[in-house]
């Protein structure tokens, strides 16, 4: 198939799920074109069936807010065209799916017609779409599009339950890369950061309110409190300073708390956790708990949106209700017991293998050739 990928092109798992779909699918012998503003972070290596361009606004003084949308209705008019696509991928509804729409429209005129598949990835319906700002454009492209695929059953329920969607919305989770996401042997890592075999904490986020980095922060007060720890964050955004301030006030030093910005390999950091934070208060699926459970990494979580989904309570980790810290220190201190340690790294990677990205693509090639053979 000749794929367009349309998709925010930063670390977000978003961003992250489309161009490793886009990777996939390429070393299946799919043609891939990648349609952003700029190149995405994850497409790092190159393939002859990979391609990708750019979305480019020309500056106006008249412009406040540059139109990014017409922007990229035009081109994907142009790559659809130029390109023969048979279909069209869109990443996050805001505003790839009412853009996707304008251009399926300008098409039709043009005698093209291409189906438009919208994966909704979570706060472009639980937090951004849900705002009247936006609503009914993101019910009319949702129920525009050929396909919808949610990352959770749960992100599905809120879907139904927010906005009038007529369309069947098929659950496709996100998927790992086995191969990169698999513990490594770091162990000179691990002497340099936990020289007296600390146990290694970690949350990997993008530093927004929504992932509650100051209960990471208090989860790991309660630990080391019991027992020697330490906690690394990946990763950065607004909150960082007032995090960076609660850090200091608990009297946490650079030493106990280690900020290492948005590395690109954060797998190497998760060969050398222990265990995984994730508190958020919304979540649709939490891809950066997978990647951890990938390394052999057991996770302690909230209950929020698809995670229940991902991280089995008792199995692989352990889940509490949002906010409810003493309980996530409980739990920390209980899966890093020596006793059991050992059996929630092993079920945490063996739950990661359900999502191997062989299970989950063909799920994905399944939907094109559904909408494709619609048409
Ligand atoms: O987590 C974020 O804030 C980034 C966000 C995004 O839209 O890029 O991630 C969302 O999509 C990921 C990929 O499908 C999911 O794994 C994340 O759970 C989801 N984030 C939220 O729902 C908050």
Known sequence: MNIGIVCYPTFGGSGVVATELGKALALKGHRVHFITYSQPVRLDFFNENLFYHEVYIPPYPLFQFPPYELALASKMVDIVQNEKLDVLHVHYAIPHASAAYMAKQILITKGIRVPVITTLHGTDI???GKDASYEPVVTFSI???DGVTAVSADLRRETYEYFAIEKDIEVIPNFINLERFKKQNKSHFKAAIAPDGEKLLVHTSNFRSVKRVE???HIFDGVRKQIPAKLLLVGDGPDRPRIEKICRDL????NDVRFLGKLEAVEEVLSIADLFLMPSEKESFGLAALEAMSCEVPVISTNAGGIPELNVHGVTGMVSNVGDVADMVKNSLYVLEDDNLPR??????ARAEEFAVD????RYEACYQRAIDAQ
């Open 215 to 217: 209960d990471v922060v």
């Open 344 to 349: 929630f790294k092993e079920a945490a990677r």
């Open 143 to 145: 129920n525009q599009s």
């Open 251 to 254: 009297g946490l030093l650079s």
């Open 126 to 128: 639980t937090l951004v």
């Open 359 to 362: 299970n989950i693509v063909p």
